[in-house]
């Protein structure tokens, strides 16, 4: 394996989030975007863009990490309100690295009940509340 | 069980889309709109809005059956082309019933690169070409 490609995280993703944890499979990100509890999962393997790409143990990997981020979005707090509602989805049109969307959405974000992929960038998170929830989010993964 | 509540499709999920094969947990339904190869997975389960809500086997049997048709959906072809990326996503934030979105995307699809959830409805698909691509899905799963 000497010659294999290395893992680079793509900057797009990189970009606007920040390090959250690091488990077997992925890398996951709190985007700093303060309309949305946004976490990407990104598998840290070369050349993935789709789920057949993935070898079958990483299947598994991955199934179990969107689970366990789906239960920590679920249980954050924002504002003293956890999320009404958890999408999930790998879309990778634009940024082909593979990336899994985690998002918990409120009743009355911006884009709800639409989802969020039209939306633009909305304005960064205060520093200390980006803090504060990855920390509550280190503590569930 | 006597009283446990019956599953019932959810008739917003019914409307403009086709019976393709019932898996071990979910209802698999390909959507008319000629646009895209867009395939519903519905578990046949009542009360399922988000990933936590369904039982531990049922997590793992979710998993495969997206794999399936994810498979399924990158070996279709429409107008003798294959997809150039297929995208998955659970949203449900207008319909609740939980339901995953399997799309077959084309770099010259109306939305392409954007995601196909604020694209409206698009005209349905002739039925001979679906009932072809019905056929062509049942044999893949």
Do not use: Y
């Not at 992925?26 to 840290?44: G, M, Q, S, T």
């Not at 309100?81 to 974000?109: E, W």
């Amino acid at each position: 394996m000497e010659n294999a490609p290395a893992f680079a995280l793509d900057p797009r993703l990189a970009a606007g989030s920040d390090a959250v944890a690091a488990l077997p499979l992925c890398h996951v990100r709190l985007k700093r975007d303060a309309r949305f509890l946004w976490l990407l999962l990104v598998p840290e393997r070369p050349g993935l863009a789709d789920l057949r790409d993935l070898a079958p143990d990483d299947r598994t990997r991955l199934w179990r990490e969107i689970l366990r981020a789906d239960a920590a979005v679920a249980a954050l707090e924002e504002g003293g309100r956890r999320p009404d509602k958890v999408n999930v989805a790998l879309i990778g049109n634009v940024v082909r690295q593979m990336h899994v969307h985690v998002v918990g959405r409120f009743l009355n974000d911006p884009a709800w009940p639409g989802a969020v992929w039209h939306h633009g960038v909305g304005p960064e998170r205060d520093p200390a509340a980006q803090g504060r929830l990855i920390e509550g989010l280190r503590g569930r993964f």
